[in-house]
């Protein structure tokens, strides 16, 4: 077994969709980024990469690369599982953390399970994601951005 873990956070800014997990969430402001700002994504594949000792999402996809502008993070996260495929690895379980203050996230969790647990091609009752607030406390709290925890087994 391997574990991995991924951190990431993004702040907010108008005129951008909210996509947290693959789901769009109506939300008067999405998160600033070079690729889509899917900030849950960027986490696990963080998350994943760590477990594999491949390095990191910026390494594999630098934000210099025009390639990446407002990609949709799913591509990379199915770039990630191709890397893992490779290296003869298999992902086992997935634990996510969202921490924001808003907006509310608890309603999407079921579709963000099932976006996710599709590319990585995981049962679905081996992924979770939970949401919480920071009770007002922090860059969080204060609802300037979202940050996001990722804890991953892989199996060799
Ligand atoms: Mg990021």
Redo the contacts with the bound molecule.
């Keep these: 077994m391997r574990i991995g873990h991924g951190y990431?956070a993004?702040r907010f800014a108008s005129g951008r969709p909210l996509v947290l997990g693959g789901v769009t969430i109506p939300h008067g402001e999405g998160l600033a980024?070079h690729?889509d700002?899917d900030?849950v994504v960027?986490a696990l594949c963080d998350a994943l990469l760590g477990a594999a000792a491949l390095g990191d999402?910026g390494k594999l996809f630098p934000d210099s690369s025009e390639e990446y502008r407002n990609i949709d993070s799913r591509i990379l996260l199915r770039e990630v599982v191709e890397r893992l495929t490779d290296a003869a690895l298999r992902v086992s379980s997935v634990d996510i953390s969202m921490v924001a203050q808003r907006p509310r996230l608890a309603s999407h969790i079921a579709d963000m399970v099932e976006i996710l647990s599709s590319d990585l091609e995981l049962a679905s009752d081996r992924l979770n994601v939970k949401a919480t607030t920071t009770e007002g406390m922090g860059f969080t709290g204060r609802g300037e951005g979202i940050a996001v925890h990722a804890v991953v087994l892989l199996e060799e």
């Design positions: 990431d993004h980024a690729s700002g900030v960027h999402i």
